[in-house]
């Protein structure tokens, strides 16, 4: 048998390579539920909207988003949304550390968000500029372009984290 064959063969019978999901009761999913209930409806009566903006990161908080978003923590089910425009938004999410060029994207996204409005810095990089606060085309952590509410740890920080971080500030937004 060749070597293909045999890896073939051994992709059709051991099984996906994916790694389990969390389980239910890790996600405490009925605890956030409730939090999430709680404040959207008794303090805003509606959901809470998010716009992303990558101001340099080198996009591995960019897959623990995608992943927040995606089946498995499915971050809609808490009545919070991306949306693509920030005047259609509450919150603004950054994430990397804040490059020249990107400074003024970031400056005029936070402007076109309607008041009241909230920041958020995502991941090591965002709050400090993290591994390149020392590149000549970084000015650091997103508190030096804006007035940061809530900063989420890590490197990258996990999907968990970014969720429960985000039911923290519907707590602080309300
Ligand atoms: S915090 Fe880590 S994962 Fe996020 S942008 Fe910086 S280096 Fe990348």
Redesign the pocket.
């Known amino acids: 048998m060749s070597s293909l064959t045999r890896l073939l063969f051994s992709e059709l019978f051991n099984g996906p390579r994916t790694i389990d999901g969390p389980s239910i009761d890790y996600l405490d999913v009925e605890k956030l539920k409730l939090i999430a209930k709680k404040y959207h409806r008794k303090h805003r009566g509606r959901s809470m909207y998010i716009r992303e903006c990558d101001a340099g ?2 996009n ?2 960019e897959l623990e988003i995608h992943a927040v978003n995606g089946p498995i923590y499915d971050l809609e089910r808490f009545g919070i949304r991306f949306a693509s425009s920030p005047r259609h938004v509450d919150v603004l999410l950054v ?2 550390p804040v490059s020249s060029n990107m400074t003024e994207a970031l400056q005029r996204t936070y402007a076109a968000i309607p008041s009241p409005k909230w920041v958020l810095a995502m ?3 965002a709050i400090n500029g ?2 390149f606060n020392s590149n000549y085309a970084v000015l650091g952590g997103v508190h030096h372009i804006l007035p940061v509410d809530l900063t989420i740890i890590g ?2 920080p996990t999907p968990i984290k970014l969720l429960s971080s985000l039911l923290t500030l519907l707590k602080v937004m309300s």
Do not use: K
């Open positions: 990161s080198c591995g908080c994430t990397g991941g090591d990089c993290g591994c490197c990258p």
